[in-house]
């Protein structure tokens, strides 16, 4: 009788885990799809509408007090940690409008002192404002090497500020994003 109650329990334990498994590990898009289906494919972040992208999940959203946390479910390991998940940090600053050259160059120069030669410049445009972007590859926490990893920071003419931070393939996602943002005033 205790024989084939642990036979069962172990066949039991098995299913759980052939069934659990690949759920749990497709538990952030499953979260992605649940979130879009709740609330659209648009987050608010104080006075401006952005993007959220199918395969993005929306996370530690205070959106409507001015930020919200933006993940890539579909990204795959790698072997630089660093650039195995791709995320927008959005932080609106409230009523401000930005110079946005000297953003850019107060945003370099501290890449610069610390030698980053690959800083990268983008102007880019949303539906109604203008966006700077200074980028630049994260140098590997064990060798200072850059790594595949890479930041981006934004900052709009109106006071959003966008902070991108993954693989170098998630930045024309990331351009594509900036580029439907709308201001909602």
Avoid at 121 to 140: A, F, I, N, R
Avoid at 154 to 170: I, K, R, V
Avoid at 174 to 180: A, G, K, L, P, R
Wanted: glycine share 6%; proline share 5%.
């Amino acid at each position: 009788m205790t024989f084939k109650r642990g036979v069962y329990t172990v066949l039991l334990v098995a299913i759980v885990l052939l069934v659990g498994y690949p759920a749990y590990r497709s538990r952030l898009r499953i979260a992605a799809k649940v979130w879009h289906w709740r609330h659209g494919h648009a987050v608010i972040v104080a006075e401006y509408e952005v993007p959220v992208p199918d395969s993005w999940l929306v996370k530690d959203s205070d959106a409507r007090e001015g930020s919200a946390l933006l993940l890539d479910t579909r990204v795959k390991r790698t072997p630089d940690p660093l650039a195995n998940v791709n995320f927008i940090l959005i932080v609106s600053v409230p009523h401000s409008q930005v110079n946005l050259d000297f953003w850019k160059s107060q945003s370099e120069q501290p890449l610069k002192r610390k030698g980053m030669r690959d800083v990268r410049e983008e102007m880019l445009q949303t539906k109604d404002e203008t966006v700077s972007c200074v980028g630049w590859h994260e140098p590997s926490p064990l060798t200072g090497v850059p790594s595949a990893a890479t930041s981006m920071q934004c900052m709009s003419a109106g006071g959003l500020l966008l902070t991108f931070a993954g693989n170098e393939g998630g930045l024309q996602e990331i351009y594509n994003i900036i580029s439907q943002i709308r201001r909602r005033v």
